[in-house]
């Protein structure tokens, strides 16, 4: 991500991609001030991180048995897919 004087600002797909380091405080501070940054100007963004953060959460709570193997199958699908997906 290229962040400071004349480079450009993280894109939304960048803040996805670092996302996880940011949540666990392991981003350089220079990209974690460019992704708060980003997050001043783009209520879309601040709701995905607020709602990822809650997932997260709630993730943390579950015990393997707990998620049926179909929603879990489903889940890595999805994530794969999102994954794989051209930047918009």
Do not use: W
């Amino acid at each position: 991500m290229e962040s400071g004087p004349g480079k450009a600002a993280p894109s939304c797909r960048e803040i996805v991609d670092l996302l996880m380091d940011y949540l666990e405080a392991t981003l350089p501070p220079e990209e974690a001030r460019a992704l708060e940054r980003h997050l001043a100007d783009c209520p879309p963004c601040v709701a995905f991180v607020n709602t990822y953060k809650g997932t997260v959460q709630v993730a943390r709570r579950l015990t393997p048995e707990e998620i049926p193997p179909q929603l879990t199958e489903r889940l890595l699908d999805f994530l794969r897919r999102e994954r794989a997906a051209p930047p918009s």
